[in-house]
């Protein structure tokens, strides 16, 4: 078995109103239910907005500090999971059904 990051990009913005984020997390709770009995999750979770993150950035012998995301963007990374199925295929088909299920991007990414 190999291990896959399915990460989701969502664009920047206004959140979608309580009644449509509801009914995707339904289908995500489905889903990540889907993973689990097929023995493929391992672990997802959402992220707070990119405004709260925090990079660390090598420069000599210092580490500067900076407020916000890496890079500036129409999108930013929202949230993952992580599967653990057979090969690529695999996957990729859990990507599909991922990118469905929360109406998003997903980039899906062999860990080393």
Same mark, same amino acid.
């Given at each position: 078995?190999?291990q896959y990051l399915?990460?989701?990009?969502?664009?920047? +913005?206004?959140i979608?109103e309580?009644?449509v984020? /509801?009914?995707i %997390?339904?289908? &995500?709770?489905? &889903?990540?239910?889907?993973?689990? /009995? /097929? +023995?493929?999750?391992?672990?997802?979770? %959402? &992220?707070?907005? /990119?405004?709260?993150?925090?990079?660390?950035?090598?420069? #000599?012998?210092? !580490?500067? !500090?900076?407020d916000g995301?890496?890079?500036? #963007?129409?999108?930013?990374? %929202?949230g993952?999971? =992580?599967?653990?199925?057979p090969?690529?295929?695999?996957? &990729?088909a859990w #990507?599909?059904?991922?990118?469905?299920a929360?109406?998003?991007? =997903?980039?899906?990414?062999?860990?080393?």
């Amino acid at each position: 078995m190999s291990q896959y990051l399915l990460s989701v990009y969502q664009p920047d +913005g206004p959140i979608p109103e309580p009644e449509v984020l /509801a009914a995707i %997390g339904e289908d &995500l709770d489905r &889903l990540n239910d889907e993973m689990r /009995a /097929a +023995g493929a999750w391992v672990f997802s979770n %959402g &992220l707070l907005p /990119a405004a709260s993150a925090t990079v660390l950035r090598p420069d #000599g012998d210092e !580490v500067l !500090v900076t407020d916000g995301p890496f890079a500036e #963007g129409k999108e930013h990374l %929202g949230g993952f999971t =992580i599967v653990d199925v057979p090969d690529l295929d695999a996957a &990729l088909a859990w #990507g599909r059904r991922l990118a469905v299920a929360s109406t998003l991007p =997903i980039e899906v990414r062999p860990f080393a």
